[in-house]
């Protein structure tokens, strides 16, 4: 048997998988029809999202089979994620990499294995979508491309509410969470967000694993702090946005000062000062002002558009 190398590219591979924050999380039908849809179309048996992490393949959504894991060194799919294109083993019994392996010498008795990687925007290969059989046999042209299109679906699905450059929830998830106030009991609920510029931290000559460990600690000393904040959001570019059930707490300046001194939230310019996310506001959201979230996000959109507009006349007058 022979067992799968490590990519060259390993240690940013793990890093975008760990982002997704998606490891471990409970079966939801949201992936379970992308296989259940597999053992239909392609006559198999046996479909995975599968996803490699350091020592195991985790699956995300199985269908016709009860593992929820597998070690990685006897994996198919940590061959698969080294292959640009579409890993297919006809019969597994007649490749000599894979003719002793435990998961074709036992159950589940694989012959035939496809898997198409699921490649994140960030170019990694996280994981397959994978088909398997009992018995032997080949993809046509038109497979081949089906399983691949279905896999780049399913990565369109984990990346939707995630900012890979930062490991938060981006405005997609913004606007999705809002979504769950605008009816029945929740939407008697206060809700507000506190928005964030960090224009003239990022002007500073910072490694962007310094941004990102930044925004990391930003959002976990909000959540510290904050008992109720629900989200941190990365809005794209210099903006974020953190939702709190509650009536803002950072109205209350000293809050903001509480925050501003929790460890790591400044970001040291090298001997220059420590500089701060210039807090931009606070929004009270609720369907009698704003009819979406994506109402919502125009209107946080407009301030920070404001905020940026008022700062650089400031700079003008100072000059």
Request: proline share 5%; aromatic share 8%; hydrophobic share 35%.
């Amino acid at each position: 048997m022979l067992e799968p190398t490590i990519p060259h590219n390993e240690t940013q591979r793990i890093e975008t998988l760990l982002k997704l924050k998606i490891l471990d999380t409970p079966e939801t039908d949201r992936y379970d029809r992308y296989t259940r849809i597999c053992n239909q179309l392609f006559g198999t048996p046996i479909a995975v999202i599968s996803l490699v992490d350091r020592y195991r393949q985790w699956f995300k959504s199985v269908c016709g089979l009860d593992a929820k894991e597998t070690p990685r060194n006897i994996s198919f799919c940590g061959h698969a994620i080294l292959a640009g294109d579409v890993f297919e083993i006809p019969d597994a019994t007649q490749d000599s990499r894979f003719e002793d392996n435990p998961l074709v010498t036992g159950e589940p008795n694989i012959r035939f294995y496809a898997g198409a990687p699921l490649k994140a925007p960030n170019g990694q290969n996280l994981g397959t979508l994978c088909i398997i059989d009992k018995k032997p046999r080949n993809l046509n042209i038109e497979e081949t491309i089906l399983l691949k299109n279905l896999a780049d679906m399913i990565i369109e699905d984990m990346v939707r509410y995630i900012d890979l450059s930062t490991g938060l929830e981006n405005r997609n998830a913004l606007i999705e969470t809002c979504k769950h106030y605008q009816d029945g009991e929740n939407a008697k609920l206060n809700v507000s967000l506190a928005l964030f510029d960090t224009n003239e931290i990022f002007k500073v000559r910072s490694t962007e694993k310094m941004r990102n460990r930044w925004c990391e600690n930003f959002a976990t000393q909000l959540r510290s702090l904050f008992p109720e904040t629900k989200l941190v959001a990365h809005l794209g570019g210099n903006h974020f946005a953190a939702l709190f059930e509650s009536t803002n707490p950072l109205r209350r300046g000293h809050r903001l000062n509480q925050l501003y001194a929790s460890p790591g939230v400044a970001l040291d310019t090298g001997g220059c000062g420590a500089l701060y996310p210039d807090f931009v506001g606070c929004i009270d959201y609720n369907r009698n002002t704003y009819a979406s979230g994506e109402d919502l996000v125009r209107s946080i959109d407009k301030k920070f558009f404001s905020n940026e507009h008022s700062q650089a006349s400031e700079r003008e007058i100072a000059h």
